[in-house]
């Protein structure tokens, strides 16, 4: 048996689907290549038949992705089976991952079906996406609560139709280690094809088991993981990659298997997870989290000063995290810029050096000292800004104070035209979001505002994450400034892009729509 574990990354299509607000074509790219930097064997990128941006998203990686195959879900039903191959074939290598529920819970209560039926359906599912590609995926759906026989039968039948990874979901987080690991045990021991497959586990974490699951599952023979960057997902989240991968390598000494993750991308692909998703890092999470590499307690510091394996398993730097503290200030130059991203992990020709250059310059004209954290926000921004937008902020300016009413103006660009407008409200903020709610027109209703600081000290950016609503769906936008008004502005003009470009998607498929049916006439 190998002794390699594949890395089946699946943040962008089960950890999205979970998101408050879905990521745009643009984001879900951004993550994709992250995710290929990092070295994931295998994404999963969506689940094409549900939606058109679903379909729009899956097709755009496919096309960009060249290390990692790229994978996208479908049930058990050809017109899913269709929708994924039609929305991969431009990749240069890809799966078709299928999937049916086997639990006794679910095909009575869920499919109304026998589990005959379903033995029938999962076989012909993976015979028609084999129509398709040589690499197919059958996942038996809550495999933690289904009888081990019934387990058995389908897993036999599957490989036999031509399944070449079966992947056991644990979708309900309910197993507990030794248990989840008999179910792999049994499997290897009683499905006499299972040497034709790589057998996959899927684990949830609504009990917190979804890692020691994963891992005890790979001593009983698994050989992929399906995971998630900081573990995000479907309720309490699926297994989580850096913690698995970290494992593996930390521990090779007792599992003797290894990943093809390259450990120093997992700091920053969490950073951006979490940046684009808008899901916050909790400061005490393995491997990720803010505190994972800091020690308080006296007793410990004493020990890690005099060496550092004392307390300290792993190093912060084998995760990406880099500790050197270079002063970039706006005395410094451009080669500085570049050395510094190069050692972030950017290297050169991966960024537009002038315009970060510029940004990096009016920052440090602003706060004095620019940190590692900013110069990596500035990079991330003018990667999501890349497309030019309809809408920009060009100026604002706000009057406000204790006894006041708050009052602002705001200018802006909208496509070629530039708009004043001012108004007042109940608060700074309020009143610069009546501006450009009356700039743009549209009817939106935010249903999440977020402040924090990124970075350290009263001279710290302020992040804003908002959540906004229109027309029944919801969109994420983010704003980063000194000034938090300003960040606060950008973040519902970013927002406001997002919209205009789902906006102007629905309305072309429309008039696409609208041809194919004048054509068929
Ligand atoms: O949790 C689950 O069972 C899933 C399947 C689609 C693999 O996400
Ligand atoms: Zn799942």
């Known amino acids: 048996m190998s002794d390699r574990v594949i890395i089946f990354d699946t943040t962008l299509r089960d950890g999205e689907q979970a998101l408050p607000a879905s990521l745009t074509v643009r984001e879900k790219l951004q993550i994709a290549l992250a995710l290929e930097r990092l070295g994931v064997d295998v994404m999963e990128v969506g689940f094409p038949v549900s939606s058109p941006g679903d379909f729009e998203s899956v097709q755009t990686i496919a096309r960009q992705i060249k290390n990692s195959r790229v994978c996208a879900l479908s049930r058990a039903l050809q017109k899913d089976i269709d929708a994924a191959a039609e929305a991969l074939k431009v990749a240069d290598q890809f799966r078709i991952h299928t999937f049916l529920a086997t639990s006794t819970i679910h095909v009575e209560n869920k499919l109304k079906k026998s589990f005959e039926d379903v033995l ?6 993976v015979k028609y996406a084999r129509r398709f590609t040589d690499d197919v995926e059958f996942s038996c759906e809550d495999a933690g609560r289904t009888p081990i026989d019934n387990l058995c039968r389908m897993v036999e039948a599957a490989i036999n139709a031509g399944a070449r990874t079966i992947n056991i979901p644990d979708t309900v987080g309910y197993t507990i280690p030794t248990e989840f690991s008999g179910i792999i045990h049994n499997l290897f021991n009683r499905v006499p094809n299972i040497d034709k497959a ?49 494992i593996l390598k930390t521990r090779q000494d007792l599992i003797g298997v290894h990943t093809n993750i390259k450990h120093q991308e997992i700091h920053r692909t969490s950073q951006l997870v979490s940046q684009l998703c808008n899901m916050p890092v909790q400061p005490n999470k393995a491997i990720v989290g803010a505190n994972a590499f800091s020690h308080s307690s006296g007793i410990h510091q004493d020990g890690v000063l005099k060496a550092k394996n004392t307390y300290e398993i792993i190093t912060p730097e084998s995760v990406g995290l880099n500790q050197n503290t270079l002063n970039l200030t706006s005395r410094s130059g451009r080669h500085v810029i570049k050395h510094r991203l190069a050692l972030l992990g950017y290297p050169e020709g991966s960024y537009d050096l002038d315009q970060i250059y510029t940004s ?28 030019p937008e309809h809408f920009k902020l060009n100026y604002l300016s706000v009057q406000s104070g204790g006894s006041v009413m708050a009052t602002a ?14 108004a007042t409200g109940n608060g700074p903020v309020d009143a610069v979001y009546q501006c450009i709610n009356r700039i743009t027109g549209y009817e939106i209703n935010i249903s999440k505002y977020d ?9 710290a950016l302020g992040q804003v994450d908002i959540v906004a609503e229109f027309k029944g769906r919801k969109f994420h936008g983010m704003g980063l400034a000194t000034d938090i008004v300003e960040s606060s502005a950008q973040a519902l003009v970013h927002v406001i892009n997002n919209i205009y470009r789902a906006l102007q998607v629905a309305e072309h498929k429309e008039r696409f729509a609208q041809k194919t049916v004048m054509e068929t006439l």
Do not use: P, W
């Open 451 to 459: 402040l924090k600081s990124k970075g350290i000290g009263k001279d």
């Open 198 to 246: 790589i057998i996959s586990v899927h684990c949830h974490d609504d009990l917190g088991l979804s890692v020691a699951n994963s891992i005890g599952a790979v001593q009983m023979g698994a050989r992929q993981i399906e995971c998630t960057i900081n573990g995000i997902g479907e309720r309490a989240g699926n297994t989580s990659l850096e913690e698995v991968a970290m």
């Open 409 to 422: 103006s705001v200018r802006m660009q909208v496509g070629d035209e530039e708009v004043t407008e001012a």
């Open 360 to 387: 990096f310059l009016q920052l440090a004209d602003k706060k004095g000292q620019v940190f590692d954290y900013d110069l990596e926000a500035l990079l991330f921004f003018s990667q999501i800004q890349e497309e």
């Open 120 to 125: 029938e359906m999962g076989v012909n599912a």
